[in-house]
Every structure is written in structure tokens, then in C-alpha cells.
């Protein structure tokens, strides 16, 4: 890939940020679609790989301890930082595709370092799990109790088109009266769940 791959590429992406994302700050947009560029560019989510692909703003030769510093600083400044507002331009945009279809949405738990325990809401595709919406709980156990994630559930239907018909499926973890109440009651959405 040349230089110039990477400029059409981050040229489209910075736009569609600032599109979808008019009220995020410049600075912090531009390190998003330089990161998105070479994520793409690179096939990797590790830093020192994206470095040949970052274009310096100006003729003036940058260091690449620069730029992974400046991609470490946004990934480090969670007070500023929503990644799920950030993603949600991505995944709207993708969803669009199944106006009027059925589609596929996981419930599942992974354990993350034996002492946290994300809670994902993805897409089935093609035989892979796209995330759309998370969130991580400080604790061992990877049975959650619906108030840890009932947000969750509320937020990917935001994100749905309005006239796609989501089917959710879950493993026994989540074998509750209560999400069979929410998922049928409030989103219209038919529970599967696996129980072997």
C-alpha cells in the first residue's frame, strides 16, 4: 500500500466521522480515522504495525514514537472517550443493509484476564460475531444478572433499522424469565437459547 492508499482511505473515513459526529472534537477525529485507517491498512489492532501507514499533516518529517504516542493518549483518555458513541456511526451504517430482514443477535459472556467479564451483544454473520454493544463487569462469575446488561439490550435497538426483525440467541448463562420478558415484551424480539 502507498501513502496515497492511505490518504483516500483516512480522506473518506475523517469524512464520514465528521458527518456522523459533527460535535466530537477535531483533534480526537482525526486520530479516530488515521486509527480506523491503518486498522484496515494493517489487518492489525497492534500500533507498531500501523506506523508506515500514518501520513504526516505536514512536510515536516515526523517521528513514528509521535504518532503511537498520539494513538496511545486517545486509547488511555476514557473520560473523553465513548467507544460505543464513536462505533455507533460504523454499525448503523452496516445494519442499514437488513431493512426488512431477519437478523441474528448474540447474548454471551467472555472472561477477560480471569477477573473481568464482558457482556456482548453481536451480530451473526457469515458464521462470525460482529460486537454491537458491551460492557465489562468487575467479577469472576460469568453468570450476570439481567440489571448488568438490560442497557445493552436497550441500545442495540436503537441501532436496528426499524423494520428489521431480530432473532436473539443465548447459551443456558443466560436462562432467565426475566430477559424472556424483556426480549418478548419490550423489543419483540424471539429468544433462542441453547441448553446443551
Not at 29 to 54: H, Q
Amino acid at each position: 500500500m502507498s501513502q496515497s492508499d492511505s490518504l483516500t482511505l483516512y480522506s473518506s473515513m475523517i469524512q464520514f466521522l465528521r458527518q456522523h459526529l459533527p460535535q466530537e472534537h477535531m483533534a480526537r477525529l482525526n486520530t479516530l480515522a488515521w486509527m480506523v485507517t491503518c486498522v484496515l491498512l494493517s489487518g492489525t489492532v497492534n500500533l507498531d504495525p500501523w506506523l508506515p501507514f500514518v501520513v504526516p499533516p505536514d512536510p515536516r518529517p515526523r517521528q513514528p514514537a509521535s504518532s503511537r504516542r498520539r494513538c496511545q493518549r486517545f486509547l488511555m483518555n476514557v473520560s473523553h472517550v465513548d467507544p460505543q458513541r464513536l462505533y455507533a456511526p460504523f454499525i448503523q451504517a452496516a445494519l442499514s443493509a437488513w431493512a426488512g430482514r431477519t437478523l441474528y443477535l448474540a447474548i454471551d459472556t467472555t472472561t477477560l484476564a480471569g477477573r473481568l467479564v464482558m457482556v456482548r451483544v453481536s451480530l451473526i454473520y457469515r458464521g462470525r460475531a460482529v460486537p454491537i454493544a458491551w460492557t465489562v463487569l468487575d467479577q469472576h462469575s460469568t453468570m450476570v444478572g439481567l440489571d448488568k446488561y438490560e442497557e445493552r439490550l436497550g441500545y442495540v435497538a436503537t441501532l436496528l433499522p426499524p423494520d428489521a426483525h431480530p432473532i436473539l440467541l443465548s447459551d443456558q448463562g443466560f436462562r432467565d424469565v426475566d430477559l424472556m420478558a424483556l426480549a418478548q415484551a419490550r423489543h419483540r424480539w424471539p429468544l433462542f437459547i441453547r441448553t446443551s
